[in-house]
């Protein structure tokens, strides 16, 4: 697995007089997920999901670290859009796997994601 990413955000978390746009996210792992989902305020509020499972994976926004789920709060709306489609988009990369056939040797990559798709589904 791949370590931290940078990022830039659009806008930028607003901290004092200080705006910050600079930021590293890491992949999210399982544990990430299941302590997400185990907590009591999601049954409340479903989009705490994302904002709890972002300051888990959002190890820092410029000078800011660690990133609080109250820092993801007051995010604008590009901003936090932009976070959750980076860590879709690094947990899909991250999945992407590997094997080699025992015939001939050759190295066939895989999505995990398109394993279980209806044949004929192009989406």
């Known amino acids: 697995m791949n370590g931290e990413r940078e990022f830039t955000l659009p806008y930028g978390l607003e ?5 910050f746009r ?10 990430d997920e299941i302590e997400t989902q185990e907590s ?6 479903g ?3 994302d904002i709890l499972l972002l300051s888990r994976v959002v190890t820092s926004i410029g000078e800011v670290s660690p990133v609080t789920p109250e820092h993801i709060e007051e995010l604008y709306e590009a901003d936090f859009i932009y976070l959750q489609l980076l860590c879709s988009e690094m947990d899909r990369s ?3 796997g590997a094997v080699r056939c025992p015939r ?6 895989f999505d995990p994601f398109r394993l279980f798709e209806e044949k004929g589904d192009k989406s």
């Open 40 to 45: 009591s305020d999601i049954q409340f509020n």
């Open 104 to 109: 001939c040797g050759k190295e066939h990559h």
């Open 47 to 49: 989009r705490l999901r």
């Open 94 to 96: 991250e999945s992407r």
């Open 22 to 31: 600079s930021g590293t996210m890491r992949p999210a792992t399982a544990l």
């Open 15 to 19: 901290v004092g007089n200080k705006v």
